[in-house]
């Protein structure tokens, strides 16, 4: 990598828009957003409901495309890449946490966290149970890793997300309100967790409608009406 592509934000959006056509006509959720992310940044990103925060999410992670505009995470062009491509970097680069946990009821604890790698070959098949029962056990449940999610708590189950989303070890996380779901308590020991993978050089980006989170986080991006503001 030359010198001037490491000296870079990590995340680069470049006026993004996106429209959403219905029935209703068209809405624009982003109204052409540009704003940077470094590497090892621990980002909140707040705003009313339909303020345009999991649309953004969205961007950053491919799982949609932008009307008009640029989306770069290192030096890829997320919004130019095909489907499988998106496939396939999403999950080497990013780790995802969703706010209703999103685990597999069919598969144990254990099996959830293997599946990224299972999915991207990312290690030795052999190795794949020993990694997954470290990671559960870097977020405290590695007792309930034969268990299926639903005899989970749901602070429990969001953890064993958390582990999922490590799975492959991505430069970034990103997590759509990961407390919503969780009491005061819980919350605060998943944010623990939050911090702790920042502190070890992850970047995380979490969309929040609680601004004691929002408030522990080394900055925050405020979304209104589809801008930054």
């Not at 990590?10 to 992310?37: H, P, Q």
């Not at 602070?155 to 989303?165: C, K, L, N, P, T």
């Not at 979490?206 to 004691?212: E, N, P, S, Y």
Request: glycine share 8%.
């Amino acid at each position: 990598m030359n010198k001037e592509l490491k000296d870079q934000p990590l995340i680069r959006l470049n006026t993004v828009k996106k429209t959403f056509t219905s029935s209703a006509g068209e809405f624009e959720a982003l109204k052409g957003i540009s704003l940077c992310i470094n590497k090892g940044e621990f980002v909140s990103v707040v705003g009313k409901s339909g303020s345009g925060k999991t649309t953004l999410m969205n961007m950053l992670a491919g799982i949609d495309r932008p009307t008009s505009g640029e989306v770069f995470v290192g030096e890829k062009a997320v919004h130019s890449m095909s489907g499988n491509q998106i496939s396939r970097w999403r999950g080497s680069n990013l780790g995802i946490v969703f706010q209703f946990f999103q685990l597999l009821p069919t598969l144990s604890v254990i099996e959830n966290v293997m599946l990224p790698m299972d999915f991207c070959n990312a290690y030795p098949i052999s190795e794949r149970k020993y990694r997954a029962f470290d990671l559960l056990k870097q977020v405290g449940i590695e007792e309930q890793a034969y268990k299926f999610p639903a005899s989970l708590s749901g602070g429990q189950q969001q953890r064993a997300a958390i582990a999922r989303s490590l799975a492959n070890d991505p430069p970034i996380i990103l997590a759509d309100e990961p407390t919503g779901n969780l009491d005061t308590t819980t919350a605060k020991d998943v944010l623990n967790i939050f911090g702790n993978l920042a502190e070890k050089g992850k970047t995380l980006i979490i969309v929040t409608h609680d601004q004691d989170i929002a408030r522990q986080c080394s900055r925050t991006i405020k979304l209104s009406d589809g801008l930054v503001v």
